[in-house]
């Protein structure tokens, strides 16, 4: 991504195409990772989603609570 950016950074459409394929490649890691932990260690695997669940959970209702109390109120 990094060499396309340099090579065409005016090109948007090359650039987002490289950062969705590395979106791609990133989440098939992810995925890979994911399977060996399951293989080897399940409890743990677990335990590991559902806290990564949680804490998006949790970021995405901060994110939902401090943007309504900075909203100017509607009259």
Same mark, same amino acid.
């Given at each position: 991504m990094h060499a396309v950016?340099?090579?065409e950074p005016g090109n948007r459409?090359?650039?987002a195409k490289a950062r969705? #394929?590395?979106?791609?490649?990133n989440s098939s890691l992810e995925q890979q990772r994911l399977h060996h932990l399951f293989d080897t260690?399940?409890?743990v695997c677990v335990k590991s989603i559902l806290a990564t669940a949680r804490s998006? #959970?949790?970021a995405d209702?901060?994110?939902a609570t401090?943007?309504?109390t900075t909203a100017p109120p509607l009259d």
């Amino acid at each position: 991504m990094h060499a396309v950016q340099r090579s065409e950074p005016g090109n948007r459409k090359v650039v987002a195409k490289a950062r969705r #394929r590395v979106g791609r490649i990133n989440s098939s890691l992810e995925q890979q990772r994911l399977h060996h932990l399951f293989d080897t260690d399940e409890k743990v695997c677990v335990k590991s989603i559902l806290a990564t669940a949680r804490s998006k #959970r949790e970021a995405d209702e901060a994110a939902a609570t401090s943007s309504a109390t900075t909203a100017p109120p509607l009259d």
